[in-house]
C-alpha cells in the first residue's frame, strides 16, 4: 500500500481507532496490560528489530539472561492460557498427549487466553518462552509453521515472562544484570492536581536534567522521549509505554493521553494497529 501523504490527526479518527483496538473499553482507570502484547506485535510489523529484552525492560519487567545468551540463534513464542494454568506450567513446564503448542505472532495466544480465562471464570496470561535453538531443532523436537507444535514435554525453564491483564512480570531464572528497570512514576493529590508524593521536583532522568513535578511534565517528557527513541509509533504503543509506568492510572486519563497525542503528533500511515504517528517538529 502506498504511504498517504502526512495530515494532521482528528480526534475523532483517534478515537474511532482506539476504541476499535479496546483501548477506551472496560472500567474507566484500569488498564489491561494483554494490550501490550499487541504493541509488541505492532512494532515488529513496522520495525522488524524488535529487542524482547529492550521491550521488558521498557514496560517494567527485568531483562531476560537466557534471551540474551540465545540471540541470534532463539525464538520467541507466545502460549496463550489462564493464570491458574500459568501457575502450573511454571511449577512443571508445557506437557500435553497431543503435543505443546506456542506461536510466533500474539492473536491466537490473546484468544486463547481470554478464552481459558472465561472457561475457569479466571483470569487470562500470556506466556513468553525463548527457545534455544541448540537445544531445540526443528523437524526434531518440534514442527514449525505458522505456529509451533513440540512434540514431547517443554520444561519450565524456557519461560522467561507471564504477561497478564494487571502485570508484565518475569518469571526466569536468572536476568541481565546490565538492563536497569526505568523510573515508574508515582503521583498523589494535592490541592486537586496530581503531583508526585516526595520530592518536588521528581528526577525522571538524572543524567539528563530532565524533572518533573506533575502528572501532566510527566506525560510530555515521557512521550517525547519515547518517539524520540522510536521514530514513529501507533497510538497503542504510545498507550503501553504510558500505563505501564504510570501509578496510578487516574492520574492520566485516557482523554489527556490522547490529548498530548493529537497536539504534538502527525498521521504517516495506516496499519491494522490504527495510525502510525511521528511527533511535529517543536520549536
Given at each position: 500500500m502506498a504511504r498517504r501523504a502526512e495530515t494532521k490527526l482528528s480526534r475523532r479518527r483517534l478515537l474511532r481507532r482506539m476504541k476499535a483496538d479496546e483501548l477506551l473499553r472496560g472500567p474507566k482507570w484500569e488498564w489491561d496490560f494483554l494490550h501490550i502484547a499487541d504493541a509488541y506485535a505492532a512494532r515488529q510489523q513496522h520495525r522488524g528489530d524488535v529487542s524482547l529484552n529492550d521491550f521488558a525492560v521498557e514496560h517494567g519487567a527485568l531483562a531476560s539472561a537466557l534471551y540474551e545468551r540465545t540471540k541470534g540463534n532463539g525464538l520467541v513464542l507466545w502460549h496463550g492460557t489462564s493464570v491458574s494454568r500459568a501457575a502450573k506450567i511454571l511449577e512443571h513446564g508445557f506437557a500435553h498427549y497431543k503435543g505443546v503448542w506456542m506461536a510466533f505472532g500474539t492473536s491466537t495466544p490473546l484468544g486463547f487466553a481470554r478464552n481459558r480465562a472465561a472457561e475457569s471464570e479466571g483470569r487470562p496470561a500470556i506466556l513468553i518462552s525463548v527457545i534455544d535453538l541448540d537445544v531445540f531443532q526443528p523437524g526434531v523436537h518440534f514442527d514449525a509453521a505458522a505456529d509451533v507444535r513440540f512434540r514431547a514435554d517443554v520444561p519450565p525453564e524456557v519461560v522467561q515472562y507471564?504477561?497478564?491483564?494487571?502485570?508484565?512480570?518475569?518469571?526466569?531464572?536468572?536476568?541481565?544484570?546490565?538492563?536497569?528497570?526505568?523510573?515508574?512514576?508515582?503521583?498523589?493529590?494535592?490541592?486537586?492536581?496530581?503531583?508526585?508524593?516526595?520530592?518536588?521536583?521528581?528526577?525522571?532522568?538524572?543524567?539528563?536534567?530532565?524533572?518533573?513535578?506533575?502528572?501532566?511534565?510527566?506525560?510530555?517528557?515521557?512521550?517525547?522521549?519515547?518517539?524520540?527513541?522510536?521514530?514513529?509509533?501507533?497510538?497503542?504503543?504510545?498507550?503501553?509505554s504510558v500505563y505501564a509506568n504510570c501509578t496510578p492510572t487516574a492520574a492520566l486519563p485516557r482523554e489527556t493521553v490522547l490529548d498530548w497525542l493529537i497536539e504534538h503528533c502527525e498521521v504517516v500511515a495506516q496499519s491494522r494497529w490504527g495510525p502510525l504517528l511521528h511527533m511535529v517538529a517543536r520549536a
Open positions: 507471564m504477561l497478564t491483564d494487571r502485570e508484565f512480570r518475569y518469571v526466569g531464572s536468572g536476568r541481565v544484570p546490565r538492563h536497569r528497570l526505568p523510573a515508574k512514576a508515582k503521583f498523589v493529590r494535592k490541592g486537586g492536581r496530581w503531583v508526585v508524593p516526595s520530592q518536588n521536583p521528581a528526577t525522571f532522568d538524572a543524567r539528563q536534567g530532565l524533572t518533573y513535578t506533575t502528572a501532566s511534565e510527566w506525560l510530555d517528557l515521557k512521550l517525547s522521549r519515547f518517539f524520540a527513541g522510536r521514530g514513529r509509533a501507533t497510538p497503542l504503543e504510545a498507550f503501553c
